[in-house]
């Protein structure tokens, strides 16, 4: 009988995050198992393929490396939170720019991670060391379990980070009117005005969202520089990404903690049904979102129960309306109208070709034309292109 992916994949989450948690505990780190959980279940992937080798030192070595800002730069900074935050998050995406394209899909990494220490009360070195134990040992054991449960019928070895990291670039070109290349230099990367453009506005943002009341502005700052993207249409796909998965993501824990407590038992519970529950309802695309959204909730719920997880919501939701505002005010840039113009000069050809820079254009068209409600122009446009 076939043992299906869809089946193993929640069962493989829940185990992960169930050994992560308890192996922390007992080796000494488990104010840091929250890393390490999250990180151990978005490194398993739905269908068991195998993922970089690389990508097992990148992470660890790029969170080490914000733990360490953060921490380094806490006690030197004696400023208001809003000012080290601002310089903090601008030190963080410097380092994250560093990265060449194909790491692209890491970048946000780094200053996700930069910014914990300036919000925890005791914030010292031997926590940064605890986190980072948490997150390799997050995907040491995520890891070792994927290869114990794949089967000869999965996926073969594909380097995803490899084809999002080439996407990005390849969608960043067309959006620039410019053919992909195999990657941008280091000036290149420095001087792109949407890099730049987020960079001010994720400075901002904390003290926005303390100016506008929210009870975890933190969450402001993490929806701008994690959803900001350089076109409207991908903008909105992330927000609408982000809302589904930390909507959904808050139900499992939600529901089992609330019963059971926190437990490596419940946390398997909560993990593996939030692995469960996304593909069964035809959102897979979220999960990964809703993983992380299930971890943190379960890093943050014994002391926040009463608030945590509304509050995170409407702080979130903030987030998503400053970086479409951003989008839409400073360098507005349409990816369906930029598809619309290379659409027409691809239909002049004989046949049609959907080039390259179409296809990276089609995911932030898609979604622009369904918030606009031009779906169906922009799918006959796209069904012309590749002959049917």
């Known amino acids: 009988m076939t043992f299906p992916a869809a089946v193993r994949h929640p069962l493989v989450v829940g185990l992960v995050a169930a050994l992560v948690w308890s192996m922390a505990h007992a080796l000494g780190f488990g104010?840091?198992?929250?890393?390490?959980?999250?990180?151990?279940?978005?490194?398993?992937?739905?269908?068991?393929?195998?993922?970089?080798?690389?990508?097992?030192?990148?992470?660890?070595?790029?969170?080490?490396?914000?733990?360490?800002?953060?921490?380094?730069?806490?006690?030197?900074?004696?400023?208001?939170?809003?000012?080290?935050?601002?310089?903090?998050?601008?030190?963080?995406?410097?380092?994250?720019?560093?990265?060449?394209?194909?790491?692209?899909?890491?970048?946000?990494?780094?200053p996700t991670l930069a910014i914990l220490p300036l919000l925890g009360s005791n914030s010292t070195w031997l926590s940064a060391w605890h986190q980072l134990l948490a997150v390799v040992l997050g995907l040491a054991v995520a890891r070792a379990l994927t290869t114990a449960f794949r089967l000869p019928c999965d996926t073969p070895a594909v380097p995803p980070a490899a084809h999002a990291a080439h996407a990005a670039h390849a969608a960043h070109a067309a959006h620039a009117g410019q053919p992909p290349a195999a990657g941008r230099t280091l000036s290149q990367r420095l001087a792109d005005p949407y890099f730049w453009r987020k960079v001010v506005a994720s400075t901002l943002a904390l003290a926005v969202g303390q100016g506008l009341g929210a009870l975890s502005p933190k969450y402001v700052y993490f929806g701008v520089v994690l959803l900001l993207n350089e076109s409207l249409g991908a903008t909105l796909a992330r927000v609408r990404d982000r809302m589904i998965g930390v909507t959904l993501g808050v139900?499992?824990?939600?529901?089992?903690?609330?019963?059971?407590?926190?437990?490596?038992?419940?946390?398997?519970?909560?993990?593996?049904?939030?692995?469960?529950?996304?593909?069964?309802?035809?959102?897979?695309?979220?999960?990964?979102?809703?993983?992380?959204?299930?971890?943190?909730?379960?890093?943050?719920?014994?002391?926040?129960?009463?608030?945590?997880?509304?509050?995170?919501?409407?702080?979130?939701?903030?987030?998503?309306?400053?970086?479409?505002?951003?989008?839409?005010?400073?360098?507005?840039?349409?990816?369906?109208r930029r598809f619309h113009v290379l659409a027409a000069a691809a239909r002049a050809s004989d046949p049609p070709v959907l080039t390259s820079e179409l296809k990276a254009l089609v995911p932030s068209a898609r979604e622009e034309a369904l918030w606009l409600g031009q779906e169906e122009r922009f799918e006959a446009a796209l069904a012309g292109l590749r002959g049917g």
């Open 31 to 110: 104010s840091g198992a929250a890393y390490g959980v999250v990180i151990g279940a978005v490194a398993v992937p739905a269908d068991f393929r195998r993922l970089p080798a690389p990508l097992f030192v990148v992470v660890p070595v790029l969170a080490g490396v914000a733990l360490g800002l953060g921490t380094l730069l806490k006690p030197l900074l004696e400023a208001p939170v809003v000012w080290s935050f601002a310089i903090v998050a601008l030190l963080a995406q410097l380092i994250g720019q560093l990265l060449p394209d194909r790491l692209a899909m890491l970048r946000s990494l780094v």
């Open 251 to 336: 139900l499992m824990p939600w529901l089992v903690f609330n019963l059971f407590g926190v437990s490596s038992v419940s946390l398997a519970l909560v993990m593996g049904g939030t692995a469960a529950l996304l593909p069964a309802l035809g959102l897979g695309a979220n999960l990964r979102t809703a993983l992380i959204s299930s971890g943190v909730t379960f890093a943050g719920y014994q002391a926040l129960a009463d608030w945590y997880i509304p509050t995170r919501w409407i702080a979130y939701l903030m987030g998503c309306g400053l970086a479409l505002l951003v989008c839409l005010v400073f360098q507005p840039t349409s990816a369906l």
